[in-house]
T-cell receptor, first 111, second 110 residues
Framework: NAGVTQTPKFQVLKTGQSMTLQCAQD?????MSWYRQDPGMGLRLIHY???????DQGEVPNGYNVSRSTTEDFPLRLLSAAPSQTSVYFC??????????FGPGTRLTVT | GEDVEQSLFLSVREGDSSVINCTYT??????LYWYKQEPGAGLQLLTY?????DMKQDQRLTVLLNKKDKHLSLRIADTQTGDSAIYFC??????????FGKGTMLLVSP
């Protein structure tokens, strides 16, 4: 198993650009989540999904969209990037909703 | 909402024990976790404890839970330089979601 994979590893965007951060898992986990990590802030939940077709907002959802059309994939879309979205983004998956396993992260810089 | 607090920094000598502490506010949290993050890497699930347990031991790691005081600790025995990392306390804040502390940076000197 590859576990949780995220692409790209690094990305630089200009303000106003859009992009999609990819997350995939090959463990047939129903639960997937997106977190962002900022210095001194720990990790904060952006969006999560409890199964294909079902998504919900976390603590900091503004400026981000998600969809879950398959069990394997959970992409995070930035509609119009802002410097405040400069962060490291982590995707996580879980088979039971409790034990969460994290991907390697995507480091995003918005200029 | 849930709040998770941890001290920001701990420095120990190689071979000593390290104790990292965490407090949380939501007494309904069912699972409590410790994650490790090395520089430039993702989060590694180290261990977790159910809320109906007081202690869990896993090789060099011991987790203690005091539910009355909402206090969680992680003890690392015989700390090695390879244990230097940031350690995050986290609690489940709803089904399938976690609330994290800000992380404790552990520095192990030879």
């Amino acid at each position: 198993n590859a576990g949780v994979t995220q692409t790209p590893k690094f990305q630089v965007l200009k303000t106003g650009q859009s992009m999609t951060l990819q997350c995939a898992q090959d463990m047939n986990h129903e639960y997937m989540s997106w977190y962002r990590q900022d210095p001194g802030m720990g990790l904060r939940l952006i969006h999560y999904s409890v199964g294909a077709g079902i998504t919900d907002q976390g603590e900091v959802p503004n400026g981000y969209n998600v969809s879950r059309s398959t069990t394997e994939d959970f992409p995070l879309r930035l509609l119009s990037a802002a410097p405040s979205q400069t962060s490291v983004y982590f995707c996580a998956s879980s088979y039971n909703g409790y034990e969460q396993y994290f991907g390697p992260g995507t480091r995003l810089t918005v200029t | 909402g849930e709040d998770v607090e941890q001290s920001l920094f701990l420095s120990v000598r190689e071979g000593d024990s390290s104790v990292i502490n965490c407090t949380y506010t939501d007494s309904s949290s069912t699972y409590l976790y410790w994650y490790k993050q090395e520089p430039g890497a993702g989060l590694q699930l180290l261990t977790y404890i159910f809320s109906n347990m007081d202690m869990k031991q896993d090789q060099r790691l011991t987790v203690l839970l005091n539910k009355k005081d909402k206090h969680l600790s992680l003890r690392i025995a015989d700390t090695q330089t390879g244990d230097s990392a940031i350690y995050f306390c986290a609690v489940n804040s709803g089904y399938s979601t976690l609330t994290f502390g800000k992380g404790t940076m552990l520095l192990v000197s030879p």
